[in-house]
């Protein structure tokens, strides 16, 4: 899958949406031209295998609004989830709801 990362957030885009927001993670701040600007609604897509569970769980992991937030998964149950962020001592403000 091959997507399409080359743009750039003008001082335009700025005064509309606001200050950007970081990732959390240098490298993809970086790649992603200085973050994501807040408010927008971030959707991954990767192959199996690729390493988006633990890349999505860092992502959130510096979020401001946690109660903003949704990290939706279909093979974790919630004791999983957490035992992930606790590891790495990332958020631990995560309300859990589990609708299966």
């Given at each position: ?20 927001g ?38 959130l ?40």
């Amino acid at each position: 899958m091959t997507i399409n990362t080359e743009f750039e957030i003008t001082r335009e885009d700025e005064q509309f949406f606001g200050k950007m927001g970081s990732f959390g993670i240098p490298k993809f701040d970086k790649i992603m031209n200085g973050g994501v600007p807040r408010g927008f609604t971030i959707l991954a897509l990767t192959d199996p295998g690729a390493g988006a569970e633990l890349f999505a769980k860092q992502f959130l992991s510096p979020c401001e609004e946690p109660e903003n937030t949704v990290y939706i998964s279909t093979n974790e149950t919630s004791e999983e989830i957490m035992q992930v962020f606790d590891k790495y001592n990332w958020l631990n403000e995560l309300k859990i709801i589990s609708i299966g």
